[in-house]
């Protein structure tokens, strides 16, 4: 008896600490690692006072147990495969799958993001969820870019379409593939690979029309924390030089850069000739250099292929042009402006010898918005103009100390590392690969992947360690930690016994929807695998106690386990968006919420008539 009271003690004791912890992390009425470091302590402290025994007299709760989510698996893929997201945007790599998107979308915002979330929901029927996202992140990131959106209109959506996608099949969440192997561990018929297809894609579908309509009107419009400091964009003339590679050489210009408003060519220059404003009907050629008036995003995306093409050239150009340290290494891009004491006044970067001197290259000049029909090497500067300039970090923080310009320290911006593209991709695909085919877990195939993007050079050590986000870190092992307290004291049993308690002689399909309700509340406070084993032999047993078929009420596990809308800590691709998204815990409940009444209304509806309940 005494006992018994004890773990009811422990058992409320848990319930309080994860009502404190929601509603300090619903707030933000302190820190998440804050709340996070708290909640461990709590748990540490009240399982050493109050322990839980096991057969053997072991704690069961112990530190090791408590403590065991800093390397749980789930966390090392969550912090690998931000790694390897950070090379892939850092590379560009996956740039082509956002332009085919685009292409496909023919350009329309609406278009693309609808391609984007049927694409995911419908690879994840088949596949792994956690790949998926991964691939789509820096193609959304890129999207967002491309219509100049914030990438928290975008992310959560992403990792809701998987989620909604791995409901629709046996294999779509190893969630139900847990489910399937309990059941058989219980003497009951495991699930075939389409049979919950049906209602799945019912869910599925109400889900995409909520993220589609309604989840836009309250998603977030949060953008990088960096950008508040970047002011407005400014409009550079710049100089592009069109290659032999580029794809620009034989088009009109009035077709040039046609797909991005935000490039105006001003003058082109053929040889010894000059065309002002030139006739729409110019046909552009290789060699050619265009004067163009263009933001600095809308630059680098114009080059991306070659970042050279945006390097004027000298008309005393050697070799040393190739052997420039701007043309090698990772590159930063960065603004900084002419003082009104400077010693270039009157100069122009030809006569100044700038990239001998600083070893960086201006691509623009901005001059209080005027439009400049000039080379660039041919512009005398003036004070106040704002140079756009690129070189090797340590070049580019080297001008700091000079008196002839001031650099612009929060303009600062890495560039794509383009020539390690390649290798980032091949890593990318070789550990989603070797994850999706179950040759590895996706833990080890995503741990070593950042590691090799470590050593082939993608990405240094210190910007791998930059990567990681100390908030996730702290949030799942928080999360694993809570998990552990409520299975061990029994609060999951204990839940499922106070709904029977409370429904008494409720009809069936009553039941069920209730089931449904409390198994997706609570896989937004545990793990969606951990709510899956503890809720289905409930579910077997509540199905028995009121004379229906199992299946229905296995399928509602399922179902509600994957419904993990409400929280960050439910499920790991809403980890994987919440640092890409710039996510606070308060938008998932906003957000995700309303997705899950809406999934229980439709399955209350439709399962009890199509299981004949």
Known sequence: MEAMELVTLQMIAVFALIVISLVLYATDATPLEVTSLGVICGLLILFNLAPVPDANGVNQLGAVRILSGFANPALITVLALLVIGDALERTGALDRGAALLLRVGRGSAHGVVFLALVSVLLISAIMNNIPVVVIFIPIMQAVATRFNRAPSRLMMPLSFAAMLGGMTTLIGSSTNLLVSSTLVDLGERPFGFFDFTIPGLLLAGVGLVYLLTIAPRILPDRADPLQQFQGDEKWFVAQITLTENSIHGGEVIAEAFSENSEIRILMVQRDERSYMSPMKDFVLKSGDVLVVNATRKALLAAAKDDPSALHPVRDDAGEEEAAG?????????????????????????????????????????????????????????????????????????????????????????????????????????????????????????????????????????????????????????????????????????????????????????????????????????????????????????????????????????????????????????????????????????????????????????????????
């Open 325 to 613: 340290r701007w043309n090698v290494g990772n590159q930063m891009l960065t603004e900084a402006m002419v003082t009104p004491t400077s010693g270039l006044l009157g100069l122009t970067l030809e006569e100044i010898h700038f990239r001998d001197t600083y070893h960086c290259v201006v691509l623009g000049i901005e001059r209080n918005s005027q439009v400049l029909r000039q080379r660039l090497t041919k512009i005398p500067l003036e004070s106040g103009d704002v140079l756009l300039i690129q070189g090797q970090r340590d070049d580019v923080m080297a001008l700091r100390g000079n008196h002839d310009i001031v650099l612009m320290e929060w303009s600062a911006k890495n560039l794509p590392a383009t020539h390690h593209a390649k290798s980032a991709g091949v890593i990318f695909f070789l550990t989603v690969g070797l994850a999706a085919t179950g040759i590895l877990p996706i833990a080890i195939s995503a741990l070593a992947g950042a590691v090799g993007m470590v050593i082939t050079g993608v990405v240094n050590v210190r910007e791998a360690v930059r990567a990681l986000d100390p908030q996730l870190v702290f949030l799942i092992a928080s999360a694993l930690a809570l998990g552990a307290a409520l299975k061990v004291t029994g609060g999951a049993d204990f839940l499922a016994n106070s709904l029977l308690l409370i429904l008494g002689n409720s009809p069936t399909p009553v039941v069920l929807s209730a089931f449904f309700l409390l198994v997706a509340i609570l896989s937004n406070v545990l793990s969606t695998k951990a709510t899956a084993v503890l809720f289905t032999p409930i579910a077997v047993g509540i199905a028995h106690a009121v004379g229906a078929p199992v299946e229905p009420f296995a399928v509602a596990v399922v179902f509600a386990a994957n419904c993990a809308f409400a929280s960050p800590i439910g499920y790991q691709t809403n980890l994987l968006v919440m640092g890409p998204g710039h996510y606070k815990f308060a938008d998932f409940v906003r957000v995700g919420t309303p997705m899950i009444i809406l999934l229980w209304i439709a399955f209350s509806l439709f399962a009890p008539w199509w299981y004949g309940l």
